[in-house]
């Protein structure tokens, strides 16, 4: 019964795509590794304090070139004998000397069914911004032998943000739907380069809501490797973002794979897990798209779990009074 309700949900949601109104949030290449940037629910999916970084330098070879920076730490815990779980999130992303940042925190209800969990979070943050993420667009200098330079119209306002998702996982199986900017922040953005007045030509905008829907699931084929199929649908009003994934993992230490996005080209990757710490390249190919004339894109990804005990106060040894 639980399943069939999980079910009409996510059927209803994707109907509402149809009702969506320019891209603000860029999907990383190794998105299963920052899910829960994009989803709250998957906030406290293991059974430890779950710390992660990624820096992504896309379009290498385009001058004010967009860079960005995750920082996510989520945790599970107990309350009145239910599952919860509890995330911080700080993202930042650069162009040229303009950049915006968000820090949010997230919560999640947990409820488990069978052998997974229901899980249904909300993500509140505050967002600092300098710039439209949704205008982004490439020109080209003469210049400079036509290299490709990345604009944006300035602003300068912060703002709620706020966001949704609900997520099923197993130890075989995930998928989450997840709307971000749920509240549509509205801001004014000015419609020039990054050298405009910021207090000239103002027009009013707002961050279109962007749907996210993400599945995966792990085969496994001899021991100890394993096959992990993954794909990500990234929905805006005008645009539909694709990322399909084949990922290999190895004894739970080693993993490589390949990427492909819809309108845009490849990703190659690879990792390896080092004394409990999980490390991460991954190289974009852009075969089409605004990235098509650059050096590709990079990215790098790092993770570490505490224990969930780690910071609780250890007893300490003692000796009995008889025996001194």
Not at 82 to 93: C, D, F, P, Q, S
Request: charged letters at 20%.
């Amino acid at each position: 019964m639980e399943k069939r309700r999980f079910s009409f949900i996510i059927l209803l949601l994707l109907w509402s795509l149809a009702h969506l109104q320019a891209q603000w949030d860029d999907l990383p290449g190794q998105y299963w590794a920052t899910k829960v940037h994009f989803n709250p629910s998957f906030a406290g999916e293991t059974e430890a304090i779950s710390t992660a970084a990624l820096y992504r330098y896309r379009w290498t070879g385009i001058e004010n070139a967009p860079r960005q920076f995750y920082l996510m730490a989520d945790m599970p815990f107990e309350f009145f004998g239910k599952r919860h779980g509890a995330g911080l999130m700080i993202y930042n992303e650069t162009v040229g000397q303009l950049h915006n940042s968000l820090l949010a925190a997230q919560y999640n209800f947990k409820k488990e069914i069978g052998r997974g969990f229901l899980n249904m979070g909300l993500q509140v943050g505050v967002y600092d911004l300098h710039f439209d993420a949704g205008s982004k667009h490439i020109t080209e200098d003469s210049l400079q032998h036509k290299r490709g330079i990345l604009r944006v119209n300035p602003t300068g306002k912060q703002v709620i943000d706020l966001g949704a998702g609900i997520s099923w996982t197993g130890k075989a199986f995930f998928a989450g739907l997840s709307v971000m900017h749920l509240n549509q922040p509205g801001f004014y953005a000015h419609n020039d380069s990054l050298s405009t007045d910021i207090q000239s030509d103002s027009a009013r905008s707002s961050i279109s809501r962007s749907y996210n829907l993400i599945v995966g699931c792990n085969i496994s084929l001899f021991h100890p490797l394993e096959i992990q199929p993954m794909m990500w649908i990234q929905t805006y009003p005008k645009q539909t973002e694709v990322e399909a994934t084949v990922r290999l993992e190895y004894d739970k230490k080693f993993s490589g794979g390949l990427s492909w996005r819809r309108n845009d080209g490849y990703l190659l990757f690879a990792g390896a897990v080092i004394h409990d710490i999980e490390l991460g390249y991954a190289y974009g190919i852009h075969t089409s798209g605004p990235g098509k004339n650059s050096r590709g894109s990079h990215e790098l990804f790092l993770r570490y779990n505490f224990p969930i005990d780690y910071f609780k106060p250890k007893r300490q040894p003692h000796k009995s009074i008889r025996l001194l």
